[in-house]
């Protein structure tokens, strides 16, 4: 609109033109928009490619070393963690030995991953008795069905809340027979 | 604005220069999300890749150690490969076929394998025929006498996979002393407040 009236009062003035001088200047805004474009993908792309990752690490494994001389924990220490089926969360604290009449069976209960499950009965057990060891459980094996098999997602799940909760003690374990039966016995799987 | 200008396409040329991008996978996984903010290392990086079908797939980041590794693993298989076979081999992010079939495999073009991929057995891993186990034994060899570095394991599992799986590979290379893992996962939240 401004270029259309500059016209107008050009031709009043009386006809004589003159060769418009032309800029040498370019606009190079949009090249470096572009440039600055380029250069953001590629940094952010560089600084995304490594992945992050989860440390584990298992006990070094005796093969000379007998049940006897393996660690035994206190009934009052041990907290066991099985991971269900469907993202469930069993649990029950001292030990389950069917064998002995003189251990009462353990009181199963269940609960799951969010922030008010399995988090907070680890925080309230770690008040209430110092030093708690946890031994985590996935099910797997023969005598599990299939379709009740623990999914690697829950393991990695329940590692990261030994993580949030500042648990020292854990081991992942492979779930014997007895806690299996109890588990059908109490028709949890 | 010269000087600025100049500068950025410095910095682009030099990002576009080192930007490597991945090769696609074989296998494409859906690792679970953790707090962990650890970052796996630069380079020597062994990935066993588990899908949710029970299959293992093998990987290493460095072309030699590839090749290195596809040749001790043949010798002790008394399969042999072709420098082609080899270098294509080398090129490769990951695979997942038993050592016997992957001559054929190495043969055909990337169009087809991409489309064998689905249907790819995995490693072995059972207790009979570990072959898992011999690629990530001399895959460590490889990278020890090449770069005279430790390797960094990492188990880049799906999701879905299930934990029997993933423990029978740990269980297998425990009884090769490798004790020290890392799992691969997804960056999640730190919650902020943890008590009641």
């Known amino acids: 609109m401004a270029e259309i009236q500059q016209k107008g009062g050009d031709s009043g003035k009386g006809g004589k033109q003159r060769a418009k001088k032309m800029s040498t200047k370019i606009d190079m805004t949009p090249m470096v928009d572009l440039a600055f474009l380029l250069l953001t993908f590629f940094m952010l792309t560089t600084t995304f490619a490594k992945p992050n990752v989860m440390q584990l690490t298992m006990p070094v494994k005796d093969k000379n070393l007998t049940d006897e001389e393996q660690t035994k924990i206190k009934a009052s220490q041990a907290v066991t963690i099985i991971l269900g089926p469907g993202n469930k969360v069993f649990y029950y604290f001292g030990l389950n030995e069917p064998n002995d009449k003189a251990t009462p069976q353990p009181d199963v209960k269940t609960t799951d991953f969010s922030a008010n499950g399995i988090r907070q009965v680890l925080l309230a057990r770690q008040k209430q008795e110092p030093a708690p060891i946890i031994l985590i459980m996935p099910l797997s094996g023969k005598a599990v069905p299939e379709d009740k098999q623990s999914k690697y997602k829950n393991m990695v799940d329940i590692l990261d809340e030994m993580n949030i909760t500042n648990q020292k003690k854990y081991a992942l374990v492979d779930i014997p027979k007895k806690d299996v039966d109890l588990l059908k016995k109490l028709n949890l799987i | ?196």
């Open chain 2, 1 to 196: 604005m010269t000087p600025m200008v100049d500068l950025a396409f410095l910095l682009v040329t030099f990002f576009m220069l080192t930007t490597q991008f991945r090769p696609e996978d074989a296998v494409v996984v859906d690792p679970p999300s953790s707090t962990s903010d650890l970052r796996a290392p630069e380079s020597d990086i062994l990935t066993l890749t588990i899908d949710s079908k029970k299959r293992v797939f093998f990987g290493y980041d460095k072309a030699p150690v590839m090749a290195a590794t596809l040749q001790a693993v043949g010798a002790k298989y008394n399969v042999s490969f072709t420098p082609a076979q080899i270098r294509q081999f080398s090129l490769m992010p990951n695979f997942g076929v038993p050592i016997q079939q992957l001559g054929s495999y190495l043969d055909k073009d990337n169009e087809q394998r991409k489309a064998l991929n689905p249907g790819l057995p995995g490693i072995p891993y059972d207790s009979l025929n570990n072959q898992m186990v011999t690629w990530v034994l001399e895959a460590r060899k490889a990278n020890a006498s090449l770069f005279k570095k430790p390797t960094y394991l990492a188990i880049k599992g799906d999701g879905d996979a299930d934990v029997a799986t993933v423990q029978e590979v740990i269980k297998d290379l425990q009884e090769n002393h490798i004790d020290r893992f890392n799992l691969v996962t997804s960056l999640e939240m730190k919650p902020t407040y943890v008590g009641k």
